[in-house]
């Protein structure tokens, strides 16, 4: 696994297609299945993630406006 973002949904992405190739490799196919199952889990945790970080303002947008766009003082 790579330095990503632990929380992020390509990290969750990876994750799943980590638990998919384990899967492949158990012959029992009950330890399969809950291996992919697994990998499902991650994919929906991608999913959910991947509609927060949509809806999620760009970090751009957090910094605080500059001196230049602040209104005109009055003078008093």
Do not use: C, W
């Amino acid at each position: 696994m790579s330095s990503l973002d632990p929380l992020s949904s390509r990290a969750f992405r990876e994750r799943a297609e980590e638990a998919r190739v384990i899967a492949h490799t158990f012959k029992d196919a009950e330890t399969r299945n809950q291996m992919l199952r697994i990998a499902a889990g991650y994919d929906r945790m991608a999913e959910l993630m991947e509609r927060q970080e949509s809806s999620a303002p760009p970090l751009s947008d957090k910094t605080p406006p500059s001196s230049d766009n602040a209104p005109p003082s009055s003078g008093k």
